[in-house]
């Protein structure tokens, strides 16, 4: 790839179908509100040990909140997304979005990516060929070239770092304590969206519970026993495990 890309969306849609969007906290309040399903992402890493990306670490500690878990602690990250299975809601016959003014941030940044460890790849986009063939350029080296793509991207960073001890507070009213270890997979929520609208604004607070991690494999739940991680393999009854 060239350092310089250019990108112009050709509105083809595709990013808006089959995709689970990440809201801050205040656009999930929105989407709930509009009556869509958030899903609850889950994922936790123990510092310097199981799941810790080590070259991700200042990231990854930073939109990552420390919870009980067994003896030990795990640090935790939690992502809200917009329950996208197939088209979004708001994606109309046309394929133009009807909330484009107040359209999630994501919605605003894609396809380049937030997490500054990843690096943009066209081929893994959903966006055409042609999308990669014409308008500005997109980036130099990684960055945006763009300053206010740029501003928006620190924006979502900055939300993710702000909300995690509210989201954390929310999955803890509703019961949503047991997280996956990064790397190996996330657990996933389909939470009632009454209870979640009500747990938005009824966040259970500094209740210190007790969290679990969910690992299959046999060296990684020894690995993270070592670390006094209450681990479950169990068949989950109100969550999915995604494994990688
Ligand atoms: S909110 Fe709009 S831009 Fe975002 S996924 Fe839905 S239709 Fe697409
Ligand atoms: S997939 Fe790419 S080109 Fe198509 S609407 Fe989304 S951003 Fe635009």
Not at 69 to 95: I, K, S
Request: net charge negative; glycine share 10%; proline share 7%.
């Amino acid at each position: 790839m060239s350092a310089a890309l250019r990108f112009a969306c050709t509105g083809c849609g595709k990013c808006c179908t089959g995709h689970h969007v990440p809201l801050t906290l205040g656009e999930a309040r929105q989407w709930a509100q509009a009556g869509g399903q958030v899903i609850v992402l889950i994922e936790g890493f123990v510092p310097d040990g199981p799941g810790m990306p080590v070259e991700q670490r200042e990231h990854a500690l930073r939109r990552s909140l420390g919870v009980p878990c067994g003896t030990g602690e795990v640090q935790v990250a939690v992502t809200f997304a917009a329950f996208n299975p197939g088209r979004c809601m708001h994606l109309d016959a046309a394929d133009l979005c009807t909330i484009y003014e107040t359209r999630p941030l994501v919605c605003r940044i894609y396809p380049m990516e937030i997490n500054p460890h990843i690096p943009l790849r066209p081929e893994a986009k959903d966006c055409p060929q042609e999308a990669w063939e014409q308008g500005p350029v997109l980036i130099h080296g990684q960055v945006a070239a763009d300053p206010a793509l740029r501003a928006l991207i620190e924006a979502s960073r900055q939300a993710d770092r702000d909300d995690i001890g509210a989201k954390v507070a929310v999955c803890e009213r509703l019961g949503m304590t047991v997280s996956a270890l990064k790397g190996n997979g996330f657990t996933a929520w389909l939470p009632d969206m009454t209870a979640f609208a009500h747990a938005l604004d009824h966040p259970l607070s500094g209740s210190a519970q007790a969290w679990q991690v969910h690992v299959e494999e046999p060296k990684l739940a020894e690995a993270a026993g070592t670390y006094g991680l209450h681990v479950t393999a169990q068949t989950p009854e109100y969550y999915t495990f995604i494994g990688f």
